[in-house]
């Protein structure tokens, strides 16, 4: 390639391989071939590590994406930074395939020269078989391993990086290449290759017959280098300006086509002849507003490193550059030419990646301390739940105090401006980074919502921040088990407790009753309305935090009708009674006396039993109270008489009248 800036190791290397080309054209002799070998693995052990330091810039957009969405950056700011992560991506995409391009038509040297019916073809998007787990990509590539493995183009022997290696277990294995987890072709050791010697491959494939019928490989090679230069530069050139005095944008768009490539790029005068072309188009565009001055030095280092020229000088004699690179080259020093391309096609990408990143300033913060930490919606849950926990790595600077301010259940604070915010009710924490705050509330759900103080290149800003809580009530249930009775046409009360659910959240469902509620106590009913229902069912469900019902508690409940009351005059449902208060009452009434049911029943008739003039007399009353007859012959009964109600008649909650089996019968003293 043409240049540029290098590092010492990458002008080692290109010395190197320019002193092999020297040795090879005089003779060529088994060292040399095998110093092609060890060229050759040399650069790919350096292509791994551009790999990984190309990775890495990657990995710096998406951290920077999302720690402007952590410190809530405005949508346009995301917006800017995400078309720069796209950039990049577009970019790594474009190497990742000019390299696999350059890998494969190794490959196909590598395999023709012992099998020539392969075509190039069969190589296509391999590398999809590990990256996206493509089914026709695996069939490609498991074809290509098993010919590559049936060839013994390679002999696994103690000095090969296979030697010992435990890999059988993968199907793609094989000696001659493999692909990493990024997608990215890697040729491996060539010290036992077979064909290392081989001449005509290169020449047939990749050089062709003549200067004038050049192979349709190699004019595809060089065409792919051509494209990829100029669609990588237009990956970084090609973007609005940033908004100029006025409010002016300029849409930069470089033109390509502006520059030519050499004739030949051979000594020192015509690269600088060359750089000085470059650098006058350059100024030409900036001058035209089509290229950003930021951009002007990536674009000149892309465009002399990637520029091939279209000759080279061979024994005096001018040579099309694919000539002089593949005719009549040994196969193992073709494979380095495409290694060593290789390699510049990843230095030029580190480049344009960096040039990108640069348009991404996002401010760092200080952080002195890491701790894990691990949390979740809710740290309870009921037996047969599952709970999402989460667990990350928190940094912060322990130096820095934390400083808070803060309301409860009040997230409208977080939108008003510093003078029209509620400063009564505003709380505030200073402590040391990392410490709790006592948060408390009464029972239901809670929100506090605020600001935390971070410091920005020393100065202090405000982020805002929220946190959902609830608060329930402590609460345990006894009940008796033999008491789980329902009783026909009344409305049985029910409470009903779920430790770990919010109250709006359960619901308390009846089969062979019918349940309502609950009142504004937390109580619901429920009703039997069948008189010959023997057996009823109370099931509590609740609704957990993904929003599924569960079943909480299914319980049994035997029905029974309501036991009948007792009837009562004077308090008396039998016994004695002196005169003079048996006188002073005059109604009947009907209770269940000491049971725990509060069920009223009302007396709607009676009678009463007495004797008049030695013979027995029956008065009736159609209400709860006694009759001007009854009154009278109360009067009439002796000391030591008997005062007697009978067939008294009660209305229950039903509304049904019922006839009590047993009366009152009273001694009166």
Excluded at 231 to 249: C, F, K, R, Y
Aim: charged share 25%; aromatic share 8%.
């Amino acid at each position: 390639m043409g240049g540029g800036k290098e590092t010492p190791r990458q002008k080692m290397v290109g010395l190197m391989y320019l002193v092999l080309m020297a040795l090879l054209a005089m003779n060529v002799s088994k060292e040399i071939i095998n110093a092609f070998v060890t060229l050759n693995n040399k650069l790919e052990s350096s292509i791994e590590q551009v790999e990984s330091f190309n990775t890495g810039l990657s990995d710096e957009f998406a951290t920077k994406l999302a720690t402007l969405k952590a410190t809530g950056a405005p949508p346009d700011e995301l917006a800017r930074v995400e078309f720069h992560k796209n950039t990049n991506d577009s970019i790594v995409a474009l190497t990742r395939h000019m390299c696999n391009d350059l890998v494969k038509r190794n490959l196909f040297l590598l395999i023709a020269a012992a099998d020539p019916s392969i075509k190039f073809e069969e190589f296509d998007d391999i590398e999809e078989a590990i990256v996206s787990d493509d089914a026709e990509a695996k069939v490609k590539l498991k074809a290509i391993v098993d010919r590559v493995n049936d060839l013994g183009l390679i002999a696994v022997d103690e000095h090969h990086e296979l030697h010992n290696a435990a890999t059988d277990h993968d199907e793609y294995h094989n000696p001659l290449f493999h692909i990493d987890d990024a997608g990215y072709i890697h040729i491996r050791d060539l010290s036992t290759y077979t064909k290392k010697d081989d001449y005509d491959t290169p020449t047939r494939i990749l050089a062709g017959e003549s200067f004038d019928l050049i192979a349709p490989e190699g004019l595809h090679l060089m065409e792919n280098l051509h494209h990829y230069r100029n669609d990588l530069i237009s990956l970084i050139a090609d973007h609005p300006s940033d908004t100029l005095e006025g409010g002016l944008v300029y849409q930069y768009k470089f033109d390509t086509s502006l520059i030519k490539d050499p004739d030949f790029l051979l000594t020192e005068g015509e690269r600088k002849a060359f750089e000085k072309v470059v650098d006058s188009i350059i100024a030409f565009e900036i001058e035209e507003n089509k290229l950003d001055p930021a951009d002007a030095e990536a674009v000149r280092n892309i465009y002399v490193r990637m520029t091939i020229p279209k000759k080279v000088m061979n024994h005096g004699e001018e040579y099309p550059w694919i000539f002089g690179q593949f005719d009549h080259a040994p196969i193992v020093a073709a494979s380095a030419v495409m290694t060593s391309v290789r390699s510049d096609v990843l230095q030029v990408q580190t480049l344009a990646s960096q040039l990108v990143s640069s348009r991404v300033k996002v401010q760092s913060f200080n952080f002195n301390k890491i701790d894990p930490l691990a949390f979740s919606s809710t740290s309870y849950i009921n037996q047969g739940d599952s709970l999402g926990l989460r667990v990350m790595i928190a940094a912060y600077d322990s130096s820095e105090a934390m400083e808070l301010k803060y309301w409860e259940d009040d997230t409208s604070q977080l939108s008003k401006s510093d003078a029209d915010r509620d400063l009564a009710n505003m709380r505030t924490f200073k402590g040391r980074a990392g410490e709790s705050v006592s948060i408390s509330g009464s029972v239901g759900d809670h929100v506090l919502a605020g600001f935390i103080a971070v410091k920005e290149k020393g100065v202090k800003k405000w982020k805002p921040w929220k946190f959902n809580y609830a608060v329930g009530a402590p609460n345990a249930a006894i009940s008796a088990a033999d008491l789980q009775v329902l009783y026909i046409n009344w409305n049985n009360k029910i409470r009903v407790s779920a430790s770990g659910y919010k109250p709006e959240a359960i619901r308390l469902i009846g089969r062979g009753c019918n349940v309502k509620g609950p009142d504004s106590k937390g109580f619901y009913t429920a009703t039997v309305t069948n008189v010959r229902a023997k057996e009823a069912k109370l099931i509590v469900t609740a609704i957990d935090d993904k929003g599924k019902s569960v079943e909480l508690a299914n319980e049994k409940f035997r029905i029974f009708p309501l036991p009948k009351p007792t009837a009562y005059f004077a308090g008396k449902a039998g016994g004695n009674l002196k005169k003079a208060n048996a006188m002073s009452y005059s109604t009947i009434v009907a209770k269940l006396g000491e049971s725990p049911l509060d069920v009223p029943y009302t007396v709607v008739g009676f009678s009463m039993y007495t004797t008049k003039n030695g013979s027995p007399i029956t008065y009736k009353s159609k209400s709860n109270r006694l009759t001007g007859p009854m009154k009278a012959a109360i009067k009439k009964i002796p000391k030591g008489g008997n005062l007697t109600f009978t067939g008294v008649d009660v209305k229950g909650p039903g509304g049904k009248v019922k006839r009590l089996e047993s009366g009152i019968v009273i001694k009166l003293i």
